[in-house]
């Protein structure tokens, strides 16, 4: 197979496996919002004419106790959310990494260093995977403090205007969508830029080797491809440049690498990748499906 072709199997492994993260954090939301709506209900069942009234003393310290709770939710669905996407960072930072390491291993006639990270990868993954999840940790504790606003006030609003039980809980179920959209944004965000960082980090250690190699642009090819007044990716395919150049963004912005820029109008949400390539080699003697490829990885990897 080709180098592209390669990358384009890494590129879907990632991808499954950011995808089975996403799945289990809608659950979790999921699981919270069917809760809080399930207490809301208790709330209106004994209410006489199913409405919200600020007059029912009762019922507004029901939903006083169901705030509270509330927000005890919504501090272990952040909890819950950091540990997910915070093992998902350090997955795809390895399986970045330890592909391109395998497939180098495959291509060059001599057997290079580092089936994984070495010391000084480890420590400059240290502390930017410090501060990519002090950003995490930042961006979940604003998403934490809205949802929990956010239902506050949905309640208090049921109160004052006289809503019904319906009415209320779609409410709650527009905030809960809202937050759960805001963690996949952060999530697709963070977790690009730390696989793109693995596949770049081990092409950097091949050239400290010797291994003389070039880098391409590559969009996904479809109608999400961004093109605005600020950010146009669909004009990057194929982009090539020496490993140590800078890929051209336009604009007067360049990135060494897909979700690497420093500009969120590039960077939000970005499902670019890049791939890379041995020069003068075009062609990989590996297996060309997915799952016999990682199968023939982790095998690689144990020996």
Known sequence: ??????FDLLYEALTRKEKDALR??????????????????AIFSRLADGKLSMQDVRTVRRLQRLEQRLTASALRLGKYNRTVIS???DESYELSYGMLAYALDMAVERTLEGKSPGLPELLALNDENGIEKLRLNQSLE?????????????IQQGLTDGATFQQTAASVQRVFEMDYNRAVAITETEVHRIREKGTNDKAQDALRQGIVMKKRWNNVGDERVRRSNKANHRTLQGQERGLKEPFDLGFGITAQYPGSSGTPQNDIRCRCFASYEVEGIRELSIADNEQALLRDYEAWKAE
């Open 1 to 6: 197979m080709t180098w592209v072709q390669f």
């Open 24 to 41: 289990n954090i809608r659950r979790e939301y999921e699981k919270v919002a069917r809760d809080i709506t399930s207490e809301l209900g």
């Open 87 to 89: 093992k998902l960072l």
């Open 142 to 154: 604003k998403s934490r403090d809205k949802v929990t606003k956010g239902i506050q006030q949905a």
